[in-house]
Each structure stands twice: as structure tokens, then as C-alpha cells.
């Protein structure tokens, strides 16, 4: 079944460390966005690629940096992490189309802790 | 700034009942919202998309959209208790190159 996957599922890690979130897709969609979600501020998107050679910043890039390594495949880094990185991340992805008809599908979701 | 404003509840409900979530958006170039779903703990999925003013009907969901009152949303008939989730308002602006900027959520608890 086509999907979005994303590894860990659950991390934590300790201040000033660097860490990696992945996500890959099987949907053979070509743009793919980084969020994250902490209570009482919704979704935020972080950075966003609508496709391998094209990188954006979102509304919260500092941080965090990213890489599209492949069509399937999005990471996203915290270069060197601290407490209040604490979140849930989310990727997504879309097929370009009409306004209304572009869905973005979510990934299940990691759960990053810094200590 | 761009914003989308819910309010964050709890809205209550009892089975069986329409439930009424609101959503107001900033920016009147906005073309296109969407209402997510989001059980606790699990990722955000799409419920409704509406573009056009005037209401969007899907099953049980009626998507509700005026945009000279910058006001979207979403009737849910004969409330389940399975319906019970954070409900996310999402407008997209800029067009097919623009992005979602998401409201906070409303969460929603249907009563048996």
C-alpha cells in the first residue's frame, strides 16, 4: 500500500547533539514538507521541497536543515539540539494539482524529546 | 501575517447531534481550505476540501465557505462518538504554490 514512513518513531536525545529524522514515501509524490506540532501552536511547517532540486524554507526553519535525497526520500536535521526542539515532527507529501484537489498525506509521525 | 483562528474548545456534543466548527482566515487572497482530522497521538488526514463559496457536501461532512466574511466551516451530521478528534482548519494562500498555513484545531468530544 503506498504510504508515508517515517524512522524513529520516538527519539530522545540530549542537548547539543545532532540528529536525523527520515521519511520515505511510496506515493511517487514529488513535493514533501517538513512539520512540527506542539500543543496549543497546531502545525508548523519547517521547510518544504517540491521536488529533488528544489529546497524551501518554511515559517520556523532556524535550526533545522533538511535534504531530499531522492524523490521518495526527505530528512530533516537538527544540527545541534535543544530543549525547546522538543515536538511531535510530521512529514508530508503532495501531488502538484488544482488548489482545492492538492492533499497533503501525513506520515505517522516522530516524537522527539531533548533533554 | 497570515493566520487561521479556531476556536480550541473542547466542543461537546451529544450523539446524534450536528456538530458546528468554525474557522476564520486572515488574508482574503486565501483560494483553497481544507479540514483535517486528528485522532490523538496519530497524524492529520484529510476530511474536506472546499474552494468555491457556498457548501460542499460529503456524506455525513458539509463544508460551509464564504469568503467576504473570510469564514470557513465544517457540520458534522449525526455526531458519533468515533468523530471524537482535533479538527484542523488548513488555508492554503498563493495558489497552487502556496503552502498551508494551519489553524491550532478545535477538538471535538461526541457524548454516547
Request: aromatic content about 10%.
Amino acid at each position: 500500500d503506498a504510504d508515508v514512513t517515517q524512522t524513529p518513531r520516538n527519539r530522545i536525545t540530549k542537548t547539543g547533539k545532532r540528529i536525523m529524522l527520515e521519511c520515505s514515501q511510496t506515493k511517487g509524490h514529488d513535493r514533501m514538507y517538513w512539520y512540527r506540532q506542539d500543543p496549543g501552536l497546531g502545525l508548523r511547517l519547517i521547510y518544504y521541497s517540491f521536488d529533488v532540486k528544489d529546497i524551501n524554507k518554511g515559517e520556523i526553519s532556524d535550526g533545522y536543515s533538511v535534504s531530499r535525497q531522492a524523490q521518495a526520500k526527505f530528512s530533516l536535521s537538527l544540527e545541534s539540539a535543544i530543549p525547546n526542539q522538543t515536538a511531535l515532527y510530521f512529514c508530508a507529501t503532495s501531488l502538484p494539482g488544482a488548489p482545492d484537489q492538492e492533499t497533503q498525506y501525513f506520515g505517522p509521525g516522530t516524537r522527539l524529546l531533548v533533554l | 501575517q497570515k493566520e487561521v483562528e479556531q476556536n480550541s474548545g473542547p466542543l461537546s456534543v451529544p450523539e446524534g447531534a450536528i456538530a458546528s466548527l468554525n474557522c476564520t482566515y486572515s488574508d482574503r487572497v486565501s483560494q483553497s481550505f481544507f479540514w483535517y482530522r486528528q485522532y490523538s497521538g496519530k497524524s492529520p488526514e484529510l476530511i474536506m476540501s472546499i474552494y468555491s463559496n457556498g457548501d460542499k457536501e460529503d456524506g455525513r461532512f458539509t463544508a460551509q465557505l464564504n469568503k467576504a466574511s473570510q469564514y470557513v466551516s465544517l457540520l458534522i451530521r449525526d455526531s458519533q462518538p468515533s468523530d471524537s478528534a482535533t479538527y484542523l482548519c488548513a488555508v492554503r494562500y498563493g495558489g497552487s504554490q502556496g503552502n498551508l498555513i494551519f489553524g491550532k484545531g478545535t477538538k471535538l468530544s461526541v457524548k454516547p
